[in-house]
């Protein structure tokens, strides 16, 4: 029977396809795991419908994701590193796809968080494990197209989310967004077992560096939790500043026992190299200026145009399904010229796109933001894959985990950045437009109105006059619009650091020009996969 089984394998993976079974897994897996990403937020009434959810318990249906995932991810890149990245990947598929099982059934939002943060946990070791992968499969001088079609295949998912999310949650139920996950995470772990071949750092041992682990979990804990409940706790109250605190001796402890330690969770002499230095920044502010753009956008859809969240989902499409187009043609192109033209271009378009959307008024409509969303999906599909391309030929293939996980953080923090830091913008200035157009409002109902800009504008369970809710939209697209032109700003701003520091053709490490000599004892390892 295995004999059989051998024989159909060697059938149809041979030596010249086995990297394209390799991408088809990943890619596969990732489609599952970005499209969890934005199918949640569109079933969030029906959730709350149906398990009577408290509003706290919603936001950490989305934030205990968020959290784990971004707390993780350069752990789950080590761990695959150390001890096989095939293994710590289908770890992370299974773990996500009971999560996801498990939560389809939640009789309550405790089981729902709680799972939530698990499918965290899973979502970390996959995601930093599908780019290691690709990036061993792959030879440098065809990374930039592997890569493209990963990045583009994760724009589809963020495509279809909303769109999905919606469909299944108004003709099924909310629990059939989780249900999916398992069949495709079964399909994810055949393939990957019929076609991936093992693989790890042979460079280094099996010493896992768990002082290292334990102080960049807890002080990423805590500044990735400072971001979340800025807004809702007061940025100036003891708790936000106790996190943020605890978040700097944390990360200063952490950098102390990297520097001492055999075995670091993270390599900072790969900060050394140009091209990855800037691609992790490009990372941080590029994903600041998307995930504020499209987090505040669909709540001016959905608050201010009255959209439903499909119709909104329906209205992103332009930008996605141009990532979808634009992505591997960069990764393509990245192979022939450099990542760095790309970069820089699709960076600028980004910030051209941020700021004609600033432009916004209560009454502008959708004929405004297009021009922007066509932008935004040309100008990130020049970014994305990329920006990944340069920061994995920058560093050596036997270090690809860790490299993917520091870059997948950068990106996630980024984003969590970039939200936080555009609400707080749309209170603060919210609040003082709302000062001066609603003087004869209570000061406690004009407080509660303004603490409520930073999602949308909404006063759960209030009812507002016509002149209230008029004068509250008027403050909070307002005060997007001048979020918006950070956001066009700090695009800006990457785009002149990827100019600056990232090699217009990376150097390939040394190892990766030279087939390495494998030792006996590694061929039959080979073989045995």
């Known amino acids: 029977m295995t004999d059989r089984i051998l024989a159909h394998r060697h059938r149809f993976v041979t030596d010249e396809n086995r990297k394209w079974w390799t991408l088809g897994a990943m890619c596969f897996a990732l489609f599952m795991l970005m499209l969890d990403n934005t199918v949640v937020n569109v079933a969030l009434p029906s959730i709350q419908r149906d398990l009577h959810a408290t509003l706290s318990g919603l936001e950490w249906t989305i934030n205990a994701y968020t959290l784990t995932l971004a707390v993780l991810m350069v752990t789950g890149g080590r761990l695959g590193d150390i001890f096989g990245r095939r293994r710590m ?13 498990i939560i389809g059934f939640a009789p309550n939002e405790t089981v729902l968080v709680a799972f939530r943060a698990i499918q965290g946990v899973g979502a970390a ?38 769109v999905l999310g919606g469909f299944l949650t108004e003709s099924v139920s909310w629990r059939a967004i989780f249900f999916i996950n398992p069949p495709i995470a079964v399909i994810a772990i055949a393939v990957t077992l019929f076609a991936t071949r093992e693989n790890r750092d042979e460079t280094v041992g099996r010493a896992v560096d ?27 109250s003891p708790r936000i500043l106790g996190l943020f605190a605890s978040a700097v001796v944390g990360l200063f402890a952490f950098v102390q026992i990297e520097m001492r330690s055999r075995a670091p969770i993270v390599n900072f002499s790969f900060f050394r190299s ?17 995930f504020s753009q499209f987090f505040f956008l669909t709540l001016y859809l959905q608050n201010v145009l009255h959209y439903s969240p499909l119709q909104a989902g329906i209205r992103f499409l332009p930008s996605t399904v141009l990532i979808i187009i634009a992505g591997p043609i960069a990764g393509r192109l ?5 990542p760095r033209p790309l970069i820089t271009l699709g960076l600028l378009i980004v910030s051209g796109a941020l700021f004609i959307q600033s432009h916004i008024t209560a009454h502008s409509g959708y004929g405004l933001l297009l021009p922007g969303f066509v932008m935004m999906g040309i100008g990130m599909g020049l970014v994305m894959s990329p920006m990944s391309t340069a920061a994995m030929n920058s560093v050596d293939r036997t270090k690809a985990g860790v490299a993917s996980g520091t870059l997948s953080m950068n990106r996630m923090i980024g984003g969590t950045f970039g939200v936080a830091v555009m609400g707080a913008l749309v209170t603060a200035i919210g609040t003082s437009n709302l000062a001066s157009s609603l003087p004869r409002v209570p000061a406690g109902t004009r407080a ?4 409520s800009l930073g999602s949308g504008g909404t006063v759960p369970g209030a009812h507002l006059s016509h002149h209230i809710v008029t004068a509250t939209n008027d403050a909070f697209v307002a005060a997007l619009g001048t979020g918006l032109t950070v956001s066009a700003i700090v695009a800006a701003l990457a785009a002149v650091l990827a100019g600056l520091l990232i090699e217009r ?3 390939v ?21």
């Open 509 to 529: 490490a040394a190892a990766e020009l030279v087939e390495p000599q494998l030792s006996a004892e590694t061929v039959a390892r080979e073989l045995a996969a």
């Open 334 to 338: 990245a192979d022939r010229i450099g």
């Open 448 to 451: 509660a109105i303004a603490n």
């Open 210 to 236: 768990y002082p290292g682990i334990v102080t960049l979990t807890l002080s990423l804990t805590a500044l990735v939790l400072a971001l979340i409940e800025g807004n809702s706790w007061h940025w100036g």
């Open 505 to 507: 053709k990376p150097k």
């Open 125 to 162: 070791f996959m995601m930093p494990a599908t780019l290691s992968i690709i990036t061993q499969a792959f030879p440098a001088e065809q990374r930039g197209m592997a890569i493209g079609t990963w990045a583009g295949v994760s724009a589809m998912a963020l495509a279809i989310g909303p």
């Open 89 to 101: 990947f289908l770890f992370g598929v299974v773990v996500f796809g009971l999560s996801s099982l």
């Open 274 to 290: 140009r091209s990855f230095l800037g691609s992790n920044l490009v990372a941080f502010f590029v994903t600041f200026a998307m």
